[in-house]
């Protein structure tokens, strides 16, 4: 934790001249406080790979609320490369085989675990052990069950755990999640999403291996356009029927390439959604008894765009990173559960285990 310039309530105290006025904006600041964390947070992140270097450094460069304050990597020369680049101490800096000893760096509130996906779950677990509250990747782990050993191990920990899930902090997608909870144009009665994007990277890559992935363009894509219709109906569903499609079998050896699904909702909506890695698709169009609404691109980090009634929706884009981790630091100080807790990880991927076991027995599978 570091201080900021911001001034807080002890130095209005010790540096205000102690009159009634001031007893009383004293009163009203302590308030503020109580809502204002005026401290920033220190973050670690866990694995400097892509997303790390490309979006969440960067959007820490903007957060008001944490700051990077120390990162986790298996390769000296990278340790280097962002001490210089970001000014991290080298006491902050931990590979992965002294990353327990974080527990005595005072420095690092939270750590952001920005893995392979099969290693989410130690190091979410490490992490809460060694006192750090957490933000792990998505998609949450290999499967549902061990999102339930992350979430247990982390109230074991009293630690608070929340998913890198930044499209609940981005203007288009929370206007949808209003147009659609609060019904302005009525029950919802059809969704219809898909995510994906053209995969041409390293064969090699940790993505293609289903040891470390836990499964393709489903885990990967897929559970932006499942969470995309559980918050434009704010229900949960109840059963998913899917089929698969694989047209590089070559190259998607180990991993799903393309899935399409029904989901079965307890209020009826016809909900279909896809997941590729063969196809540039990101978008949700929604329509209700009374209007529509749509989202195209609808899951990226920036530039989304969306309708309402075939007119612009006319809201900003952001810098999604910087909200979410703002929003979590605000989390931490007031001790708060996150909008995105472990709990919302789970909810996906219990979506995801049952499409997976749907394309293996060819039925409607329910979500349990
Ligand atoms: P990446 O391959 O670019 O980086 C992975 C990092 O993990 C690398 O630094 C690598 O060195 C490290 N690593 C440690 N042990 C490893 C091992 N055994 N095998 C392979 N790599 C190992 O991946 P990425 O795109 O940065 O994705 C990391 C996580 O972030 C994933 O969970 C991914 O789903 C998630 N992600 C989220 C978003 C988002 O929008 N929220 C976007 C991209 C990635």
């Known amino acids: 934790m570091k201080p900021t310039i911001k001034t807080s309530r002890r130095d ?7 009159g009634a006025g001031a007893l009383l904006l004293g009163s009203a600041l302590s308030s503020l406080a109580a809502q204002e964390p005026d401290k920033k947070l220190g973050i670690a992140l866990v694995g400097l790979g892509g997303y ?11 957060t008001k609320n944490c700051y990077l304050a120390g990162i986790v990597t298996g390769t000296p020369a990278k340790a280097e490369d962002w001490s210089k680049k970001y000014n991290i101490p080298q006491k902050n800096i931990y590979n992965y085989k002294n990353f327990d000893e ?34 792990c990747e998505k998609p949450m782990a290999l499967n549902a ?20 899930y930044r499209l609940h902090f981005e203007p288009h997608n929370q206007e949808v999640m209003r147009l659609g909870q609060k019904q302005i144009f009525g029950k919802v009665t059809k969704i219809d999403t898909g995510n994906g994007f053209t995969y041409n990277g390293d064969p090699n890559a940790w993505r293609l291996k289903k040891a470390l992935s836990g499964g393709g363009a489903l885990m990967d894509m897929g559970v932006y356009s499942i969470q995309g219709s559980r918050y434009t109906l704010g229900q949960e569903p109840i059963a998913v029927k899917a089929t698969q499609e694989k ?8 991993v799903d390439e393309t899935i399409f699904w029904e ?43 969306g309708t309402i009634n075939g007119k612009p929706m006319n809201v900003p884009n952001n810098i999604q990173q910087a909200a979410q981790m703002d929003d979590f630091a605000n989390c931490v100080t007031l001790n708060k559960q996150s909008r995105v807790p472990g709990e919302e990880g789970l909810k996906d991927m219990k979506v995801v285990d049952a499409i997976y076991r749907s394309l293996d027995s060819g039925k409607w599978e329910e979500i349990v």
């Not at 979006?55 to 903007?62: C, R, T």
Request: glycine share 8%; aromatic share 10%.
């Open 12 to 18: 209005f105290i010790l540096t205000g001249s102690l």
């Open 52 to 62: 790390s270097s490309g979006q969440l450094a960067p959007a820490l460069q903007h």
């Open 145 to 164: 069950n061990d999102c339930r050993e992350m979430i247990a191990a982390c109230k074991d920990a009293n630690k608070l755990l929340s998913i890198g």
């Open 247 to 254: 047209t590089r079998p070559d190259f998607f050896k180990e």
């Open 102 to 135: 974080i527990a005595n760096n005072k420095d690092i509130d939270i750590v952001y675990v920005v893995l392979p996906v099969a290693m989410h779950k130690e190091y979410t677990i490490r992490a809460a052990r060694a006192g750090k509250h957490v933000i």
């Open 263 to 305: 989901l079965k909702f307890p209020g009826g909506a016809k909900v279909t959604g896809k997941s590729s890695y063969n196809n540039d698709w990101s978008y949700l169009h929604v329509e209700a008894e009374k209007g529509k609404f749509a989202l195209e691109p609808a899951f990226g980090y920036s530039g989304l765009d």
